[in-house]
């Protein structure tokens, strides 16, 4: 009786901390933004490699996101609503979603990052980056993503510039 008893507490524990020790799900929308398609793409991806070589997070299928915005009937960049955004990461079974939006300004791009409680709607984390160069905006996103999916923290609204 004992014997049974032990296993089974020691096979509940196991369960708990290997559900305590699954990967957190991120939805990465496409990004936001007045630049050339080619360019969001070139983002995307770079975001998604980034991510899924942080431990702790899995990236979500493009697939069943796209499904969910097409679902919904919106654009596939997401909305500027972050309540809306959490809830289209509830949908897709994500813990958080982040959302990117890059703007031109006199000729420099300014790239904005928000990663998203989909529980809470709230803005765990935020990086923003400018650079003056497109060839710079492939090394220059690597750091505010690793932070943010590095960092356990609530570093909200943090900022880093990046050549000018």
Known sequence: MKKSLLIFVAAMLLNVTSAMAQDKRVAV???????????????LEEINSIIANVGGYIVAERQ???AVFEEQQLPLSGSEDDTLNSQLGKMMGTHYVLVTKIS?????????FRMLNVKTAEIEQQ????ISELSELISAIQKPITEVFSSSSKDSQQSDSVTE
């Open 29 to 43: 929308f496409e990004p936001a933004g007045s630049v050339e398609h080619s360019i969001k793409e070139i983002v």
């Open 104 to 112: 031109t300004i006199e000729n420099n791009l300014h790239v904005a």
């Open 127 to 130: 990086r923003i980056i400018r």
């Open 64 to 66: 069943m996101m796209n």
